[in-house]
């Protein structure tokens, strides 16, 4: 059976660059890398000191239990605190216990370098992604380094039905990385970075409302057969009522990690991306 994403309009549409080419000078690349850097130590400091207050166990006093599914649980810690360059903004903390999966497998899979590869994992994951594209590659994995990635998307997000009415969809122009750290123990750790910018040839669009976010997740082998996941994530500050909605919502689309491995398991099996029509499910 032939892959359709090659055939059909609807999808390639979702799936096309709005804006004009962004052509990156080689001093505005170098500043990018710069900002990857920074988020990267900055965040990874947090972490080692997230670690260090013994939370591999949930104090209950300080996490509240958001939601479960198939068998990991998401805990959430809400603050409003300003971002690393955006302000104030809505503070959220997620943990996820998760087990029988693989630390290269979380790394692997959320590296999503391509069109292509952006259509298919959205395919897998199910996380509300309406449209998106990748505007520009900086760093590409390599053999030597098979795991490291820096890129520029831009991503349009829906709402859940209930919220439609009075949620307004959002767009992001994002950098995205991924890699590998190691801890001041030596514990190898893997990351994925989501930081929000904005370049001249990407104005915002009337279908949505621009939004702002900082996302940093961690991915860390706890023994043989489990991986902790943390997340902490920095959005724009809005009402209380689309905070609720906001939190709620991110919760869900975190739990979507159970899938990873899934979605790592076809690349493995379909490097290229070309899973079979049957496999695929786009909705409206």
């Known amino acids: 059976m032939q892959w359709r994403l090659g055939t059909n309009k609807g999808v390639r549409d979702r799936f096309t660059n709005p804006f004009a080419p962004l052509l990156l000078s080689l001093e505005a690349i170098v500043e990018l890398e710069t900002l990857t850097r920074s988020l990267v130590t900055r965040n990874f400091d947090s972490y080692e ?3 260090g207050d013994n939370s591999d166990q949930v104090d209950r006093t300080r996490w509240k239990f958001m939601y479960e599914q198939e068998g990991l649980r998401s805990y959430s810690k809400r603050s409003t605190s300003p971002s690393f360059s955006f302000g104030a903004a809505l503070e959220l903390q997620w943990g996820i216990w998760i087990d029988e999966r693989e630390l290269d497998d979380f790394t692997y899979e959320v590296m999503c370098q391509t069109l292509d590869q952006m259509r298919v994992r959205t395919s897998y994951l199910k996380v509300g992604l309406v449209r998106g594209s990748v505007l520009a590659t900086l760093v590409s ?40 750290e190691y801890l001041r123990n030596g514990e190898r750790v893997g990351y994925q ?25 961690f991915y860390r082998q706890r023994n043989s057969d489990e991986t902790a996941v943390y ?46 029509a049957a496999s695929i499910d786009f909705g409206a």
């Open 231 to 276: 997340v902490r994530a920095f959005l724009n500050p809005v009402s209380d009522l689309e905070n609720g909605i906001i939190m709620r919502s991110s919760a869900r689309a975190l739990l979507s990690v159970s899938k990873n491995v899934y979605c790592c398991r076809m690349k493995k099996i379909n490097p290229v991306g070309h899973p079979t």
């Open 193 to 217: 970075v989501v930081h929000s910018i904005q370049f001249p040839e990407t104005p915002e669009r009337s279908s949505a409302i621009r939004g702002n976010m900082s996302i940093c997740a």
């Open 141 to 180: 994995p390599t053999i030597q380094d098979p795991f490291t990635s820096v890129a520029v998307k831009w991503m349009e997000k829906g709402q859940p039905i209930h919220a439609r009415a009075i949620v307004k969809n959002r767009d992001y122009v994002y950098l995205e990385a991924t890699g590998v």
């Open 49 to 51: 000191r997230y670690l």
